[in-house]
Every structure is written in C-alpha cells, then in structure tokens.
C-alpha cells in the first residue's frame, strides 16, 4: 500500500513528466505506485490525466467513473471528466456534469468559464457571453473569461471595441488561441462565414506570419464576396444544393419548353448555362484576383 507521504511525493513527480510531455516516464512512475495502491483516489487521478494528454479518452473516461464511485463530489476529477467529455464530444454529458459542478461551487469563475467554452463550441453564443460575464463578475482579471467574452462580442459583432482587443488577448494569453481557432473551424464547417472571416482577422492579427489564417481569410473572403450571392445556394448546401438546382433547372426548361415561346425558351437556356459556366469558372478567377 502507499502511504500518504508516498502519494504526495509521486503526484507532483507525476505532474512535472506530464508538463513536459515525457509520458512513457510519467507512466512508469505512476504504475508503480498504483500497483501499490490501486484505488487511491489522488493515483486514479492522475492516470486519468496521463490518458487525457495521450488523447486516450475512453480509458480517462473509465478510470475517472471508477473514482467518482468513491468519490462523487471530488471536484479535480469532475472537472477532467467535463474536460474528457468534451473531447469525445459528449457535449451533454459535459453541460450535466457543469451544471453539478455549478450547483456544488456557485463561486467558482473556472466552471463559469469551462461552461461558456462549451456553449462557444456548440455555438450558443448568447448563453456562452453572459457565462463569461458571469466568470469575470466574480473575477475580474480572469483571461479565459476575458478571452471568451471578447471571442463573443466579435463574433456577435456587438460594436467594434472587440477588435484588438482579441489579439491583444492572444498575445498575452495565447492559451486561449485554441479556443478562438476551434470557434473558428466550427463557424466555417456551419458555412457562418461572415463571422468567421471577423475572427480570423483577429487571429491575423495577433500572429501575422501564420500561413493557416491567411489561406483561411482568403477562402472566406471569396465565400462572403459580394458577387459571389448567385452562389449562395451551392455555398451553402455543396453538392446538395447543386444536385437541387440541376433537378430544377431541367424540370423548369422542360415545363418552360411546353408554355413559352420558342424564343423565350432559348433565352431561359442561355441563362442556366451561363450560370452554370459562372458557378465553375468564377470563383477560381475571384480566388486570383483577391490574392
């Protein structure tokens, strides 16, 4: 068995290999003592954490149930497992197990903050902004809070005093880079692009030289380019939306074949293909030209 002053020797070992990406030792060290000790709760812990930093979420997930049957309210292990939930994408799973960690710790700015990161990446922007704000009132300086808040703001387009404001953030926070650029991947996978064009130009603007937001910023800017709306359907939906517009097109200048005009008809032929040359010869020209 480990004793207390085994424990507390092998936990801040165990936390300095993890920081530092050594895992293979972190590992080591900590199987040896949970052989030693295999339901020490402190141990648990920290092997779940150890899966977590190795992406083995599954395996996190189960070790940190296994403590919560023992444990039930140790927060440190509740909170990993938001952390692990999220990861897996059990967003759900997640907002229940904040909503406890609320209910036990109202006082608490970090769950505040772990909440309004959840509602930000399932794009709840509303609720994301007053958890933040909730954060900050009850502390002021807190960065994520500040960084999500701000994120918000921009993304909402609430006024302009968030531009700058964000990558200033960045620089001295640039922990909360992965959030703004996981925002960022989701609001460009929800085909949002105005909002997402005004948070990569934030992003530029905290890391100039970074190649991904400006090959970022230059997609977006042909998607949101004005002469690009007669588009707006194949943008939007891809290859559905293409699929829909060939199934109406024909159907449309075969009934237009039956009551217009011979004339008419032929007008309405050039038209579609027109439309059809524009939508695969302009946006590749437009990509040149903005460059």
Request: aromatic fraction near 6%; charge should be negative.
């Amino acid at each position: 068995m480990t004793d207390c002053g085994e424990t507390k020797e092998v936990t801040p070992q165990v936390l300095f290999l993890i920081e530092r990406k050594r895992y293979a030792q972190a590992a080591g060290v900590l199987g040896a003592a949970l052989s030693r000790a295999p339901d020490d709760s402190s141990l648990l812990y920290l092997s779940a954490l150890l899966d977590h930093h190795q992406d083995r979420e599954e395996e996190a997930e189960k070790t940190l149930r296994q403590l919560l049957m023992s444990s039930p309210r140790d927060p440190d292990a509740r909170t990993l497992l938001v952390s692990v939930l999220m990861a897996r994408r059990q967003y759900g799973e997640a907002e229940q197990e904040l909503i406890g960690l609320l209910r036990d710790f109202p006082e608490e700015a970090d769950f505040y903050v772990a909440y309004a990161r959840l509602m930000l990446i399932t794009l709840h922007l509303e609720k994301a902004e007053r958890l933040a704000r909730e954060a900050l009132r009850l502390e002021p300086e807190n960065p994520q809070a500040l960084s999500l808040a701000t994120i918000c703001d921009l993304v909402r387009c609430e006024g302009r005093q968030a531009e700058g404001k964000l990558a200033e953030l960045m620089r001295h926070h640039p922990e909360s880079l992965d959030t703004a650029w996981t925002l960022l991947n989701l609001l460009e996978e929800r085909k949002q692009y105005g909002e997402a064009l005004r948070l990569a130009r934030e992003l530029l603007r905290s890391d100039p030289a970074n190649p991904q937001y400006v090959a970022m910023i230059r997609e977006l800017r042909v998607l949101t380019h004005p002469t690009m709306w007669p588009l707006a359907p194949l943008i939007r939906w891809g290859w559905h939306g293409s699929a829909a517009l060939w199934i109406l097109g024909v159907v449309g200048l075969k009934l237009a074949d039956r009551v217009l005009p011979e004339g008419a008809v032929l007008v309405l032929v050039t038209l579609w293909l027109g439309y059809i040359a524009y939508s695969w010869l302009y946006p590749p020209l437009l990509r040149r030209l903005l460059r």
